[in-house]
């Protein structure tokens, strides 16, 4: 038993939430409304999602159906939310409470949005799941495409002007920070346009990934970098456009956060 499952981990935020009630009432009906007021972490996050999410063309106590109807109908939702509550939690140093991902972190909030508009794009309901996309791109200010495949343990720090485009795919256990565009290249459709994440790679601050293109495992984009084809797994590439400099230090980037480039190759 792990802080990703599901059970423990809902205990684990509601006994955070009984304390940060008690210890600021400014915040005490906020935190009873959000957490405290509901059986479960499908029920928590369906309610807070769908407040996030509320328009006058459709409002949250629809969306709430909604979002609970997708973490009924697919487990992997909630396994997937709780592993990237863990990821904010254990990778984040500004991160001491579990709760503070559910409660005020934007890219973790969009990646829920996401997971429940790629539920509805595969059950034939897109112009609902475009509308979580439209939502997620205005309130949290990241866009992704119902279509992409991104796993679970996935980490979007600060998360402002992330792009994610429709043919991307993204395994476990992948940190990006702000500003990173997974984005497309050509017209054709009914093809991989978007890259390939593999487990463990780290895209650091306004990395831009073009085309259909391969990460490595375990490889680290520096800051700034446009990538324009494959990196091999466990190597490190920046530039414009990115070039291989070096290696990690460690074998998933993505779960130490170092963003700096001191592993550089000696080329004398």
């Not at 038993?1 to 400014?26: G, K, N, S």
């Not at 601050?205 to 391969?214: D, F, I, M, N, Q």
């Amino acid at each position: 038993m792990t802080m990703t499952d599901p059970a423990i981990l809902w205990q684990t935020l509601r006994e955070e939430a009984q304390a940060v009630a008690a210890q600021e009432p400014v915040l005490a009906s906020y935190i009873h409304s959000v957490i405290l007021h509901h059986h479960s972490l499908a029920e928590a996050m369906s309610f807070h999602l769908a407040n996030l999410l509320d328009s006058s063309t459709a409002p949250a106590l629809l969306l709430r159906e909604v979002c609970l109807d997708a973490l009924r109908a697919d487990p992997q939702i909630l396994q997937r939310l709780c592993r990237d509550i863990v990821a904010s939690y254990e990778r984040d140093a500004a991160c001491d409470h579990y709760l503070m991902p559910v409660l005020y972190f934007k890219g973790f909030h969009a990646l829920q949005a996401y997971r429940v508009a790629h539920w509805l794009w595969g059950e034939g309901r897109r112009m609902l799941a475009l509308h979580f996309q439209n939502r997620m791109s205005e309130v949290f200010a990241v866009d992704i495409h119902p279509a992409a495949e991104i796993g679970g343990g996935i980490m979007i720090d600060h998360a402002t002007g992330v792009v994610i485009g429709e043919t991307t795919v993204i395994e476990d256990d992948v940190s990006m920070l702000h500003e990173v565009t997974l984005g497309g290249s050509g017209t054709a459709r009914g093809c991989r346009r978007h890259p390939l994440i593999r487990r463990g790679v780290l895209l650091s601050t306004g990395a831009k990934v073009l085309g259909p293109v391969e990460i490595g495992e375990g490889a680290k984009i520096g800051g700034g970098s446009v990538v324009l084809a494959d990196v091999p797994a466990h190597s490190t590439a920046a530039g414009v456009p990115a070039r291989v400099i070096g290696r990690p230090a460690g074998e998933q980037p993505a779960l130490d956060m170092d963003h700096k480039l001191g592993d550089i190759a000696d080329e004398s």
